[in-house]
């Protein structure tokens, strides 16, 4: 099982996943209180260890603009966390290599009704809203229909990580939930992080 760090937003951010060696770091390019610019995310791609991959985070944005930022180097997978379709999709993939992840929001969309589309994706994440930092009802998951590696994201923290492991999961994708008042917390992500390594082992 792997973790993802999303938001990343500050230097601090990047020393702290980097010092935790988490396997994903997450930038927000979409509106949000943790939205970054590309020449912000670019700076912070520099500072951050080569084997962690970054993963862009994008609402229905241009598809230039993922195909730019892939082919720079500032992130190396792109979460479609809108409502693009799958000549999106299929566009993207036809002008560019990158690896897609596909979001999920649980009670809004199903997986069977988008089982085209998601055929077309590397990864689906699973999640209750964008940046909610609420938990949905795991129990209602159908793990049986998910033919993709799939993320779980949504109001997971230290309290509840380890029962979101249960589920199996390819990774854990997590924002405010390593965080205090806003802000990437280095010993929440150390945790978080060392939980998941421990559950590997187990």
């Not at 792109?78 to 690896?99: F, M, N, S, T, W």
């Not at 085209?116 to 909610?132: E, M, R």
Request: proline fraction near 2%; aromatic fraction near 8%.
């Amino acid at each position: 099982m792997k973790i993802k760090i999303c938001g990343l937003f500050r230097d601090d951010d990047i020393d702290y996943v980097n010092e935790a060696k988490v396997d994903f770091a997450g930038f927000v390019f979409a509106p949000s209180k943790r939205q970054v610019t590309s020449a912000k995310a670019e700076e912070m791609r520099s500072r951050l260890t080569n084997d962690i991959a970054s993963v862009g985070v994008f609402v229905n944005a241009p598809v230039a603009e993922i195909i730019a930022l892939y082919r720079n180097g500032v992130i190396n997978m792109a979460q479609l966390h809108g409502i693009e379709d799958e000549a999106y999709v299929a566009q993207l993939k036809r002008e560019c290599e990158i690896p897609i992840i596909k979001t999920i929001i649980i009670n809004k969309q199903d997986l069977s009704s988008n089982s085209y589309l998601l055929s077309l994706v590397s990864y689906i994440l699973l999640d209750s809203g964008a940046g909610s930092g609420i938990a949905f009802d795991w129990e209602s998951i159908d793990t049986s229909q998910i033919e993709k590696p799939w993320f779980l994201a949504g109001g997971m923290n230290i309290r509840n990580i380890e029962r979101a492991m249960a589920l199996n999961p390819f990774a854990i994708d997590i924002s405010s939930g390593a965080e205090t008042d806003g802000i990437k917390d280095r010993e929440k992500i150390i945790e978080l992080t060392a939980k998941v390594r421990k559950g590997n082992n187990l």
